[in-house]
């Protein structure tokens, strides 16, 4: 059981580092971004690529590869994003969906269609109740508390950050003070992609690297942000760790239904949120 719940948290940190970028760009920008997907999955090819480049350095390929993904980012949000907002929301899935099917088929023209393992950069376990734990999926766990907080210091602290709060609240209000909010909203999508590809190569020891993966962790992010409260930082954070827990538990007794289950936590979640408003 004990390694289900370290399993649980690895998932939902993974989850969290994609999820957040989703959240704050639907937040912000009202755009249901599919992109995100492809610039988590070509972020992880890129940093598998480096690994070579790199003697197998883990810190400098994943360096290399989020830098390398930072002006990918800014050209999807320049180009294609900037010019979707205040259309509606079928524009925005149509366009970024694009996007991702392109991503897709590049990987495959330039890498194949096998999948790629990555190897655990740490390669230790600790013992704990007659049971190995990674200490890689520990420090992954690590790394996503220490993210939430910064993102929280960020947000609170940061000039930036307190005009992206009051645009989540009210984009036009920003507006009307004189504040080219664009501006602010390219750095928060260019940091939004920065933390999916880390989320990516995180993972990637955990499972193995494949074309179609921007598909399937796009899909589980879409649950987090419903089931957290779209635009919510903080409920981003509590419903990817206890979705993830969702998929660790399931999958221990059900490894078929562990991705279905997700859905019906979020198919519950909307339900219990629609009455509640009726009886408001």
Request: charged share 10%; proline share 1%; glycine share 8%.
């Given at each position: 059981?004990?390694?289900?719940?370290?399993y649980g948290?690895t998932?939902g940190?993974?989850l969290y580092?994609?999820?957040?970028?989703?959240a704050?760009t639907?937040?912000?920008m009202?755009?249901i971004?599919?992109?995100?997907g492809?610039v988590?999955a070509?972020?992880?090819?890129?940093?598998?690529?480096?690994?070579k480049?790199?003697?197998?350095?883990?810190?400098l390929?994943?360096?290399?590869s989020?830098?390398?993904?930072?002006p990918?980012a800014?050209?999807?949000?320049?180009?294609i994003?900037r010019r979707?907002?205040?259309?509606?929301?079928?524009?925005?899935i149509?366009?970024?969906?694009?996007v991702?099917?392109?991503?897709?088929d590049?990987?495959k023209?330039?890498w194949g269609?096998?999948?790629q393992p990555v190897?655990?950069?740490v390669?230790?376990?600790i013992?704990?109740?007659e049971f190995?734990?990674p200490?890689?999926?520990?420090a992954?766990?690590a790394?996503?508390?220490?993210?939430?907080?910064?993102?929280?210091?960020?947000f609170?602290?940061?000039i930036?950050g307190?005009i992206?709060?009051?645009a989540?609240e009210d984009s036009d209000?920003?507006?009307?003070?004189g504040l080219?909010?664009?501006?602010?909203?390219?750095?928060?999508f260019?940091?939004?992609?920065a933390?999916?590809?880390?989320g990516?190569?995180l993972?990637?020891?955990?499972s193995?690297a494949?074309?179609?993966?921007g598909?399937?962790i796009l899909?589980l992010?879409?649950a987090?942000?419903?089931?957290?409260?779209?635009?919510n930082?903080n409920g981003t954070?509590?419903?990817?760790?206890?979705l993830?827990?969702v998929?660790?538990?399931t999958g221990?007794?059900?490894s078929q239904?562990a991705n279905?289950?997700?859905?019906?936590?979020?198919?519950?979640?909307?339900?219990?949120r629609?009455?509640?408003?009726?009886t408001?």
């Open positions: 059981m004990i390694q289900t719940i370290v948290f998932i940190a993974i580092f994609f999820s957040v970028g989703l704050l639907f937040g912000t009202r755009i971004n599919f992109a995100h492809m988590y070509v972020g992880v090819y890129l940093f598998i690529a480096f690994l480049v790199f003697d197998d350095s883990f810190l390929a994943l360096a290399a989020v830098i390398a993904m930072l990918v800014y050209i999807i949000e320049r180009f994003i979707l907002y205040g259309e509606g929301l079928d524009y925005a149509i366009a970024t969906y694009g991702l099917l392109i991503g897709t590049a990987i023209m330039l269609t096998t999948s190897n655990d950069p390669g230790i376990s013992e704990v109740a190995g734990l200490v890689y999926r520990i992954i766990f790394c996503a508390v220490v993210l939430f907080l910064a993102l929280r210091v960020f609170k602290r940061s930036i307190r992206v709060v009051a989540l209000g920003v507006r009307c003070l080219d909010v664009n501006k602010y909203f390219s750095i928060i260019v940091l939004g992609s933390l999916a590809v880390l990516g190569i993972y990637a020891p955990i193995s494949e074309p179609y993966m598909f399937h899909l992010a879409f987090v942000v419903i089931v957290g409260g779209m635009g930082l954070f509590v419903a990817a760790l206890a993830g827990m998929m660790a538990i221990r007794f059900w239904a279905a289950m997700v859905f019906v936590v979020m198919a519950l979640v909307l339900i219990v629609s009455r509640k408003l009726d408001d």
